[in-house]
C-alpha cells in the first residue's frame, strides 16, 4: 500500500480527517474561538520526521539536522501563510549523539524563526530518529491558505528553484562531505569553476532548507490564494493542488527558474533535468495560485509556471512539445 | 548526560524553556487570549514516544501499539486536568507494518476518548518508531495544575497501583506472549490460580495504561491541587513534584495500593516487590497533592501516600523504619 493509498483509506474511514488531511498543517479551532472563524482565528499544527538514513544521510552534524528539521516544518507553515509561534520535539538518539549541539543548533533556529521551542520527549535508539510539531497562527491582517481555493484561469506561481535539492541529495550520496568546516564535492563531480560552485550551492539546498515564511505571509493577505510546499516533487505536489482545487494546469516547462544552472550541473554527472526538477522533491518551494491580477512583488523572485484550467488534465510544455504531467514524485511508502 | 542533566542544562541555556518544561504538558498561550488567563484558557500540549525495542517489546500487535501511545499521552494531559481535544501522529514503520491495523486501532481509541486525529507524517523505517502530540482545553469550569502547587501539609495521593505495570513488562521479557486471543505466561510464572490472574492483570496494565482523565478534572476543579502521572517510577517522580514545589515528603510505604497481591507474585518471581513500586515506572497513575481539607471521591479508588512537608527531605517509612527516599527510576538517556 502506498502512502497515497493509505491517506486515501483513512480519508474514507473518518469523515473528519477526510477534511483535515487536505492541507499542509492542520487548523484547530480552539476554545473561544468562532468555529466558523478558523481561517482567521485557530491555529495551524504540522508535523514533520527527518530520520537518519531516510531524510538525511548518516553522519550529518547533529547541529543540521536539528536545523533542518525546523525549517521543513516551517516550510510547512508557510504554505498555510501562519506566523511561526511553538514547537515540540520528539527525539530518540543513540547513546553517542552529541544531544547538546543539537539543541544548540535547533534553539539558534528557533530564535531565528521567532519560534518557541516549548516541549519534547527524549528516548534511546538505535539510529537518530527526530520529528517536530510546529504551531503557527493565523497572518496579521490574513487568513490560512488552503490548497483548494484556486480557480479555473488563476496563475500558478513558483517560490523558488525546484530541482536543485535532489542534485544536492545525488551529490551527497556520491560522497560530498564536511571537514574541518570544508565542503568536498565527490571525485565524480567537477572540483572548479561554475559548475562546482552550482554543486555547492546544490548541496546547501538540500541541506538547509529556506522556508518560505514572508511569501506564505503575504499570499495569506491576498483576497484569495492556494499554496503548497514542494516536499515530494512538483509533479506529484501540482497534483495534489489541482486534486484539491478541483482545477487542471497547463505548465511552461521550458524556462523553470534556475533551470540552466541546473541543467549544466545535470550534463556533466549524467543526469536528467526534467526528472530532478518534476520529481525530485524536497525542494520547499512555494507553489501556489492568483488570480491573474494578483502578481507577487518582485522581492520574491517567483516565477510564474502556467495557468490553472477547469479540464482536469495537467500538461507540461517544453520546447512546443505538450505532453501529460505523470503524478510521480516521492512515496514515503512505496 | 542523563536526561535529568541534559533537561537541567536546557532549562539554564533559555529562561522560556525553564518555564515550559515543568509539567507534563506546555500550557499555550492563544491569540485573543489573555496571557495572565492561561490557566484556564490555552491548550496544554504534550508529545511521547512509543518505540519498538525501547518502549514495547517487538512483535507487539500494531492494534495495541497504537492504543498505548495515545493513552501514554492521554496520561500527561489527564495530570494537567486537561480534556483531550486533538492529537498529531508522527510514524515510522518497516515495509512490512500493518498501517492499517495501527490506524483502526488508534481510530477507535480516539474515538473512545473523544479525541480527534488532525493530521500527522509518515515515513519508512528499519523499526516501529511512533511519537503523538497531543492538544488538550482546560478542564471545564477548572483550571490545568501545575507541577508547582502543592504546599506542606497538603496530603499525597496516588490515583492507583505502582508496581504493577513494571512486573507486567517484566513477565513479558520473560517470553509472555499472545497466541490467537490467548495470554500465555512465561514457563517461569505459575501458571494457575491467584498468581497467574495477578501475572495476567500485570501484563495487560503494562500493555493497556489508563489515563486517569475523569481523576484530572476532578483535581482542576478544586480549589488546589499539583499533579503528574507517574510514567518514570514513583521515586523519581515524586521526586519531580516536590522540587517544582520546593517542598518534602513523608510516605507510608506499608501499605500501597495492589501492594499484597504484587508481593506475592514477586515472591512467587523472585522480585523486589518495592524496586518495582519505586522505579519500576510506566504505572501512569496520577500522583497529586492537596489541601488536607479535600478528599477525592471514593469512586476514583485513590490511596492516601504520605504527607508533604517544608522540610526538604523525602522520607520512605516502612514497618516503622524510615529511610531516605532515593531520586532513582528510568532515565532516558542513561
Do not use: K
Not at 47 to 59: A, M, W
Not at 222 to 251: F, K, M, N, P, Y
Not at 300 to 314: E, I, K, M
Amino acid at each position: 500500500m502506498t502512502e497515497g493509498e493509505l491517506l486515501r483509506w483513512l480519508r474514507r474511514r473518518d469523515p473528519r480527517l477526510e477534511r483535515r488531511l487536505r492541507n499542509d498543517a492542520a487548523v484547530l479551532p480552539l476554545d473561544r474561538i468562532d468555529p466558523a472563524d478558523i481561517a482567521t482565528g485557530g491555529m495551524a499544527v504540522t508535523v514533520d520526521h527527518q530520520i537518519e538514513g531516510v531524510h538525511f544521510l548518516p553522519g550529518l552534524d547533529p547541529d543540521r539536522v536539528a536545523r533542518r528539521l525546523l525549517a521543513v516544518n516551517l516550510s510547512d507553515l508557510a504554505a498555510m501563510g501562519a506566523t511561526p509561534r511553538y514547537a515540540l520535539l520528539a527525539l530518540a538518539a543513540p547513546a553517542a549523539f552529541d544531544h547538546q549541539a543539537f539543541f544548540r543548533g535547533l534553539l539558534a533556529a528557533c530564535r531565528h524563526f521567532d519560534i518557541e521551542l516549548v516541549g519534547g520527549d527524549l528516548a534511546r535508539a538505535d539510529r537518530l530518529h527526530t520529528s517536530l510539531t510546529a504551531f503557527g497562527s493565523p497572518p496579521a491582517g490574513g487568513r490560512f491558505l488552503p490548497r483548494s481555493s484556486a480557480r479555473p484561469g488563476d496563475h500558478l506561481w513558483l517560490g523558488g528553484a525546484v530541482g536543485l535539492a535532489a542534485a544536492g541529495l545525488s551529490l551527497l550520496r556520491l560522497g560530498a562531505r564536511w571537514e574541518d568546516g570544508t565542503l568536498h564535492l565527490p571525485e565524480a563531480c567537477p572540483q572548479r569553476g561554475a559548475l562546482a560552485t552550482i554543486a555547492r550551492r546544490a548541496i546547501l539546498r538540500h541541506l538547509e532548507p529556506r522556508p518560505q515564511l514572508a511569501l506564505g505571509h503575504w499570499l495569506g493577505r491576498q483576497s484569495r490564494a492556494a499554496a503548497l510546499d514542494i516536499s515530494d516533487g512538483l509533479a506529484l505536489d501540482l497534483a495534489r493542488l489541482c486534486d484539491e482545487s478541483g482545477v487542471g494546469a497547463q505548465v511552461d516547462g521550458d524556462n523553470l527558474p534556475g533551470g540552466d544552472a541546473l541543467a549544466a550541473l545535470c550534463q556533466a554527472m549524467g543526469w536528467e533535468t526534467t526528472h530532478l526538477q518534476l520529481e525530485g522533491g524536497e525542494d520547499y518551494a512555494l507553489l501556489f495560485a492568483l488570480p491573474p491580477a494578483i502578481q507577487p512583488p518582485e522581492a520574491f523572485q517567483c516565477h510564474r509556471l502556467g495557468t490553472l484550467t477547469a479540464d482536469p488534465r495537467r500538461t507540461w510544455t517544453v520546447q512546443g512539445r505538450s505532453q501529460p504531467l505523470r503524478r510521480s514524485g516521492w512515496d514515503h511508502l512505496s
